[in-house]
């Protein structure tokens, strides 16, 4: 069983927005940073933004800062990415992540089986 299942991937024109959800289960992620990657089809995975466990330390990748805001849920096992201002480069299967994140080798310890969002030019 995956333990981590994302929802909320879709198609939306340029410009809109979309949230990505994330819910874990079966193990205790409400102690693990959690995160989010993307990769897009002929492109390597890159890191997009990451949380901690109490959800007071953020990270983001340049390209979606003032567009995309990370947050957990009040019971920490559920992590959101609300993306604003999509452009059409935002196009990727989203994962979500859990664990040891480590962004500079686009790593984690567990992840999700990925959610498609598209954005319409």
């Known amino acids: 069983q995956v333990p981590l299942a994302e929802s909320g991937g879709g198609l939306v024109q340029a410009g809109g927005s979309l949230r990505l959800s994330c819910s874990a289960s079966?193990?205790?992620?409400?102690?693990?940073?959690m995160g989010w990657f993307r990769q897009a089809p002929g492109n390597e995975r890159e890191f997009v933004a990451d949380?901690?466990?109490?959800?007071?330390?953020?990270n983001y990748a340049d390209f979606v800062k003032g567009r995309f805001t990370i947050s957990r849920g009040n019971a920490k096992n559920t992590v959101y990415l609300q993306m604003n201002s999509l452009k059409p480069e935002d196009t990727a299967v989203y994962y979500c992540?859990?664990?040891?994140?480590?962004?500079?080798?686009?790593?984690?310890?567990?992840w999700g089986q990925g959610t498609q969002v598209t954005v319409s030019s």
């Open positions: 992540v859990a664990g040891n994140i480590r962004r500079g080798h686009n790593a984690a310890d567990y």
């Open positions: 079966g193990r205790p992620f409400t102690s693990y940073p």
């Open positions: 949380i901690d466990w109490s959800g007071s330390i953020t």
